[in-house]
């Protein structure tokens, strides 16, 4: 279908979440052109700035191509503000597809979304257990915060795969991130670079999380959340 609808139309946009990642590159195939993917910046009608080596480097892409297939990364652009003059349309498509959903799967939860949230809360392996995320969990809760975790405790089936931050996840850019028992593997640093201020509380004083933290705590994450969560909620810091 959006082979056909992109007949019509010089851009074709998605977002850099999964299903953009997923659906993007085939269309790009089926065009026979090359995506732009992953814009953090738009500096032109045919420039972009997209990140490179894991977002250790940018490079700018001049795209001349007669359409543009192009994903952004939507952490890296402040939300729209309101009166628009973009019109939306309905297109009433007939065109068959060999896909049938199956079924949906949600997941229900009262904390903020972590794509968006303004404070996030990560734990890595070192949390040791699924059990030892209800302390992540209870941080997050006292603050008013989303919940992250790395691939590596999403992996040890610690904590669900839509809370994977990361290269191989999603990429995030809170005012405030707060990395509990996180060593900080590069494609862990990959997705959170966008984030403001850092908070690294570990018992490794030479992690690389450490070194590119803003504030650090060293020591044991078993003993250092406790307090830190019942002090937080002493002072009434709750948002």
Do not use: C
């Not at 992540?136 to 610690?158: F, M, W």
């Amino acid at each position: 279908m959006l082979f056909e609808l992109s007949k019509s139309y010089d851009y074709l946009v998605s977002g850099a979440s999964t299903l953009g990642k997923d659906v993007i590159p085939r269309l790009a195939a089926r065009l026979d052109i090359q995506p732009v993917t992953d814009i953090v910046a738009v500096d032109g009608p045919t420039r972009f700035t997209r990140p490179i080596y894991a977002g250790n480097a940018l490079q700018t892409v001049t795209d001349n191509q007669p359409k543009h297939v192009l994903t952004f990364r939507a952490s890296a652009f402040q939300p729209a503000g309101q009166g628009g003059s973009a019109p939306v349309e309905n297109i009433d498509s007939t065109v068959v597809s060999a896909a049938r959903l199956i079924a949906q799967h949600r997941s229900e939860s009262d904390i903020p979304d972590l794509s968006t949230a303004q404070i996030v809360v990560g734990g890595g392996v070192s949390v040791g257990s699924a059990e030892g995320f209800a302390l992540i969990e209870k941080l997050g809760k006292t603050l008013g915060a989303a919940v992250g975790a790395t691939r590596a405790a999403v992996d040890a089936g610690y904590a669900p795969n839509d809370w994977q931050v990361g290269q191989t996840g999603k990429i995030i850019a809170p005012d405030l991130y707060i990395a509990v028992g996180i060593s900080g593997a590069l494609q862990h640093l990959a997705g959170i670079q966008g984030a403001k201020k850092i908070i690294a509380i570990n018992s490794d004083p030479e992690a690389p999380i450490v070194k590119i933290a803003d504030i650090v705590l060293i020591g044991d994450l078993f003993e250092i959340l406790p307090q830190l969560t019942v002090e937080l909620d002493r002072l009434g810091l709750k948002r």
